[in-house]
């Protein structure tokens, strides 16, 4: 008979560290030497929680007395098909911990088990454990290593391509909250929206973010600006968020590209440190706008509002503008609009 497509897997804790197991033993195994927990797969008639107590006795001599079902997560691969598995927690048990012929159990921290050798989609779920998220389903999907889609409580998550210091994708894909968690190099387009204003000069159109974003709430910020979303491209990027954002239709040749730049930083947010290391590239849209035309993405922006570029500039220096702006990117714009 064919294996099922349920399996379990659990995190047995101890003192503020997990027991993971290091998959180095089989030659062929999907894991190899990733680290995972202890589990396997349900026998015929086995319920979860029967697998979950056989497969910990069977791999580690642990005999669990207290275990939490913290959720289900569904695998899919290409070439492997569908597999369901339900993640546990375990923080009492009895017995001796004996040698595994899966591999090596090593008590690590809580705080070192995200730079262990993981797959992308374990630390999504490592971050919601470390939440204490009540019960939920997070779906995964891989192209080989590469985590392709997260799909949380049947809600898509944002998934980025991490980038090296000249900003090339290296190949890891890594969930949103994990790349501000950990200050991940990603890649974001900013869009400023600019009008003359018969002085000499030019307003920039500033948005004030939203009272509900997971960062800098209620302060003034680009026109319109994103996050390129995992294989995503700068411009393709720009007029997402652009008609998203602003509801601002523009077509790719009314970008006018300004320049690159690179920034970070670092915050903490509802209890929670935030990082922000981005690559970006800076574009400038000076097709006529009305404020009154405008249609705001409202769980994205409050409002916006008009503002002349060299006053934002000396309100920015001056922290007298509530704002999560970067002196160096106004200069940017500055000098591009300067040479037109």
Request: with cysteine; proline share 3%; hydrophobic share 35%.
């Amino acid at each position: 008979m064919d294996r099922l497509p349920f399996t379990t897997l659990c995190y047995i804790e101890q003192e503020g560290a997990y027991l993971m197991l290091h998959r180095v033993s089989k030659k062929k195994d999907v894991n190899k030497d990733k680290w995972i927990g202890v589990g396997g797969h349900l026998e015929d008639g086995e319920s979860p929680e029967e697998c979950l107590l056989r497969e910990v006795k069977e791999e580690t001599g642990l005999t669990l007395t207290s275990w939490r079902f913290r959720g289900l997560v569904t695998f899919t691969s290409q070439g492997w098909g569908t597999e369901y598995m339900c993640l546990y927690t375990a923080d009492k048990y009895e017995g001796e911990l004996i040698a595994c012929s899966e591999g090596t159990l090593e008590w690590v921290p809580k705080e070192r088990v995200l730079d262990l050798n993981l797959w992308e989609g374990d630390k999504i779920f490592f971050r919601l454990m470390e939440e204490d998220a009540p019960f939920f389903s997070l779906k995964l999907s891989y192209e080989g290593d590469r985590l392709s889609e997260a799909v949380l409580d049947g809600r898509p998550m944002e998934l980025f391509d991490v980038r090296d210091e000249a900003g090339h994708p290296t190949g890891v894909v890594r969930e949103r909250k994990l790349v501000h968690r950990d200050g991940d190099i990603h890649g974001t387009a900013h869009i400023w929206v600019v009008r003359p204003n018969g002085r000499g000069g030019y307003d920039l159109l500033l948005q004030k973010r939203s009272e509900g974003k997971d960062s800098y709430p209620g302060c003034y910020d680009i026109s319109a600006a994103g996050h390129l979303h995992a294989g995503e491209g700068f411009a393709e990027t720009a007029l997402r968020e652009l008609s998203e954002e602003l509801g601002i239709r523009a077509e790719a040749g009314e970008l006018a590209f300004a320049g690159w730049h690179k920034g970070y930083m670092e915050d903490v947010f509802y209890g929670r440190k935030f990082k922000d290391h981005e690559i970006s590239a800076v574009y400038v849209y000076d097709k006529p706008v009305e404020i009154e035309g405008l249609h705001l993405q409202r769980e994205e922006v409050e409002s916006v509002r008009w503002m002349d570029l060299r006053e934002c500039m000396e309100a920015v220096k001056a922290g007298k503008l509530p704002n999560c702006l970067y002196m160096d990117e106004l200069e940017l714009v500055q000098s591009f609009l300067e040479g037109i």
